[in-house]
Nanobody, 121 residues
Framework: QVQLVESGGGLVQAGGSLRLSCAVS????????MGWFRQAPGKERECVAA????????YYADSVKGRFTISRDNAKNTVYLQMNSLKPEDAAVYYC??????????????WGQGTQVTVSS
């Protein structure tokens, strides 16, 4: 079984930055493709960023391109989401997820519990 634990959420003013972290245990992290999702009240969950097991391939939703950066440290079994120039519409619960095969917007096998990001205008 794989466990994912997110951290780093919180309250930030519009234009500010946050860095989310997701610590992974229970399986060889370096073999997992990772994604960050978000879900706001009344909206569908969306994949905002994903990174391949090697870190060599990334995906970003159009809404976050140029503002968010996904990265991973396989030595620390951790994936990150650096979020800059935050907007009120970025407010949501952010989830970390993992899957064995690369398909950023496909179904993921493992999920974290989520971390709340609130952006004040």
């Amino acid at each position: 079984q794989v466990q994912l634990v997110e951290s780093g959420g919180g309250l930030v003013q519009a234009g500010g930055s946050l860095r989310l972290s997701c610590a992974v245990s229970g399986r060889t992290f370096s073999r997992l493709n990772m994604g960050w999702f978000r879900q706001a009240p009344g909206k569908e969950r969306e994949c905002v960023a994903a990174i391949s097991w090697s870190g060599g391939t990334t995906y970003y939703a159009d809404s976050v391109k140029g503002r968010f950066t996904i990265s991973r440290d396989n030595a620390k079994n951790t994936v990150y989401l650096q979020m800059n120039s935050l907007k009120p519409e970025d407010a949501a619960v952010y989830y970390c997820a993992a899957r064995l095969y690369w398909n950023p917007q496909g179904e993921y096998d493992y999920w974290g519990q989520g971390t709340q990001v609130t952006v004040s205008s």
